[in-house]
């Protein structure tokens, strides 16, 4: 798992082809003029998918996790928090493979904040809950 800032992003340069790809567009693209919605950077390889969301209480969401794509989160409007699971409860977890997407418990987490100039990537298996609300911020517009 990585979370930094956009400064930073080449730092993670050749960790793999399409991580390298989405660097890129990140790089030489104005996310906030990005439409809703799914754009393809590379066909369904790498994209970014472009979303406002109502943030909730921690306690309201569960962890997620990945097995064939990597998950680069940024907030463009808002800010919200993001926990990083740890201790997973295996006798939790369901996955769909179709959309990649998986569901567990976690013991531990550590929560980190998102908003303006911040990113996370979280690598395949890694459990985390995004959307979490803070104080000041009830509202998202993210990537």
Known sequence: MI?????NVQKYLGIHPNLDRAIAFIQQTDLKQLPLGVTEIEGQEVYV???????????????EYHKKYVDIQFDLIGEEQVAIGFIEKSETNHYEEKS???TIECEKEIIVPLGENRFIICFTEEKHKPGIQSDQHHFVKKG
Do not use: W
């Not at 979370?3 to 400064?7: G, K």
């Not at 998918?49 to 962890?63: R, S, V, W």
């Open 3 to 7: 979370y930094d800032t956009f400064e």
């Open 49 to 63: 998918n472009i979303m406002e969301a109502n943030l909730n209480p921690a306690d309201a969401i569960q962890f």
């Open 100 to 102: 990649d997407f998986g």
